[in-house]
């Protein structure tokens, strides 16, 4: 979604298909076969969101993996993408940003093979990631059904505690438990995901809602988010009432408008909601029917789980606040 989005940029184009393109352009990552395995691969570099180099090296790294956990996939190597700026950087700073996505990678089991750097004023990290479908099984942002319930597994509104370190009102020691969920790969959460879940996705740039239309878009249905079910943290919830955060909150709010029925919920509510997310958790639609063992799945895999929906009949998105 939104204007800069790939999937809107080659609308029209004739591009080239072939019969193994299982999921082209648009989803959390592509999904290719070839040679009787199934493949997903995606690719996701973000500046900083923090200070420190190791950190933001460790969280990029779990950012980039986690649209091949939405897929319920397995990642299993990736290559660097890097835009640095030598004379104003020292050399250091970047080998404290691979240090991080290092210690990532191994606990993810993924190999690094290569990447690429280039000169840029502004420091970008990422890396190109693939990933193995076991069994030829992977999960779409298509498939939700009426009546499915809507889960995420990470609180929101990391876009709003990152723009007050920016702008000097925290220090990433306030927010320890912030960067904690950054920190975290959605390994286990798409183990359960995969299980249990009609359509999935991750929730990153396009905040909750922006996602959550997503899914809707897909499935051509409603997806409905109470506000009071929705985990928040504290920070965010203070900093977004004193009229600080990212720009790109807006922008996700105002591109969403006309797919988002609301009903009495605050503007900084809605706005937090559309709270652009670095390294969120995962967002996954699973029948009614299967709560209790999706649940109880959950607590045996270690994963946080918040229903914070429901899914119906109609299109587009709907907020309300119980
Ligand atoms: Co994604
Ligand atoms: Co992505
Ligand atoms: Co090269």
Not at 209 to 226: P, Q, T, W
Request: some cysteine; charged content about 25%.
């Amino acid at each position: 979604m939104g204007p800069g989005d790939l999937e809107e940029l080659i609308k029209g184009l004739e591009l080239y298909r072939d019969e193994n393109t299982l999921v082209g352009v648009g989803d959390d990552a592509g999904v290719y076969a070839y040679g009787g395995e199934v493949y997903a691969h995606t690719v996701d570099f973000i500046t900083p969101v923090v200070n420190d180099p190791y950190l933001w090296g460790a969280i990029s790294t779990v950012n980039s993996l986690s649209d091949i956990y939405a897929m319920g996939c397995e990642p299993i190597n990736a290559l660097a993408v890097v835009g640095f700026n030598n004379c104003e950087l020292e050399v250091g700073v970047l080998k404290e940003v691979m240090k991080g996505c290092a210690d990532k990678l191994r606990e993810a089991r993924v190999v690094l093979l290569g990447g690429h750097t280039v000169d840029d004023k502004e420091p970008k990290f990422g890396l190109a990631v693939t990933g193995v479908c076991k069994g030829g099984r992977y999960l779409t942002q298509a498939g939700a059904k009426v009546g499915d319930l809507v889960a995420i597994t990470k609180p929101i509104g990391v876009g709003i505690i990152t723009k007050a370190i920016k702008e000097g009102k925290l220090t990433e020691r306030d927010v320890k438990h912030a960067i904690e969920y950054m920190l975290r790969l959605n390994h286990k959460a798409s183990e359960l995901a995969l299980s249990f879940a009609n359509a999935c996705t991750d929730i990153t740039g396009f905040g909750l809602l922006g996602h959550a239309y997503n899914i809707a878009r897909k499935s051509s249905l409603r997806l409905v988010v109470d506000f009071s079910k929705v985990p928040v943290y504290e920070e965010a919830l203070f900093f977004v009432k004193e009229k600080i955060y990212p720009k790109g909150a807006v922008d996700n709010l105002n591109f969403l408008k006309e797919h988002l029925q609301g009903e009495g919920l605050q503007w900084w509510q809605t706005l937090l909601l559309c709270d652009p997310v670095t390294s969120g958790g995962l967002l996954f639609t699973f029948s009614e029917d299967l709560k209790a063992e999706v649940e109880k799945k959950a607590k045996e895999l270690g994963v946080e789980l918040w229903v914070v929906g429901w899914v119906e009949e109609g299109y587009g998105l709907k907020v309300v606040k119980t």
